[in-house]
């Protein structure tokens, strides 16, 4: 089956500790995506990657790191310096010459 | 920068109704995407349009590129309880770079059996 995935689906974390969200796509798509989502709100871009070894940053990648070592794999840390750490994380992917963006299922994170 | 528009915000409807909604811009937009988010998931892409005037179904869904290119709709037809969710528009603008999209900030559906 071919798809996204991102792991864990819930993740707990106490204030001031780094935390890495998981993502991997076996679409064979060169371009992946970190979204954050908060309750009612629509989606707002975090970090992007059009390639191996490059990403860039999106609207509001402070507090936020990536890697894109893999094409598979686009891990996102989110670092003690993000203020407001608590939200839903989504990842997404596309192939190269399409707009068309897949999500994951999304990992929703809670610091306390 | 560019921002998107969906109306309505929200709505509530009796189940086998038929449900408009539509998003807009101020500026052009080359492409359009409609997507559905179920509580608690990754938003899936409904329907992907991409000239303007174009319009597309996927089973009970129909979507539109408008003629202007500043909006777009989605309509669907013959509501049923699993059609709740929340419907985000997508698009990539001529002000936008081509591996962006910029999403709107959604429609809340509701159906009442």
């Known amino acids: 089956d071919g798809g996204i995935t991102q792991s864990p689906k819930y993740l707990f974390r106490k204030e001031g500790q780094n935390v890495t969200l998981s993502c991997e796509q076996n679409?064979?798509?060169?371009?992946m995506y970190w979204y954050r989502q908060d309750p009612g709100q629509g989606l707002r871009l975090i970090y992007y990657s059009q390639i191996v070894n490059d990403f860039q940053k999106g609207d509001i990648a402070e507090g936020y790191s990536v890697s894109r070592e893999k094409k598979e794999s686009f891990p996102l840390t989110v670092t003690s310096a993000q203020k407001n750490p608590t939200a839903f994380y989504l990842c997404?992917?596309?192939?190269?010459?399409?707009?068309?963006?897949?999500f994951g299922p999304g990992t929703r994170l809670t610091v306390t | 920068g560019q921002q998107l528009n969906q109306s309505p915000q929200s709505m509530f409807i009796q189940e086998g109704e038929d449900v408009s909604m539509n998003c807009t811009s101020s500026s052009i937009f080359n492409t359009w995407l409609w997507y559905k988010q179920d509580p608690g998931e990754g938003p899936v892409l409904l329907i992907a349009l991409y000239k303007a005037g174009e319009l597309t179904s996927n089973g009970r869904l129909t979507a539109q590129f408008g003629i202007t290119r500043k909006d777009s709709f989605l309509n669907i037809s013959a509501s049923i309880p699993s059609d709740v969710g929340i419907y985000f528009c997508?698009?990539?603008?001529?002000?936008?770079?081509?591996?962006?999209?910029?999403f709107g900030p959604g429609t809340s559906l509701s159906v009442i059996p």
């Open positions: 997404a992917s596309r192939t190269s010459g399409s707009n068309e963006q897949y």
């Open positions: 997508a698009g990539q603008g001529r002000k936008t770079s081509y591996d962006k999209v910029i």
């Open positions: 679409l064979n798509h060169d371009a």
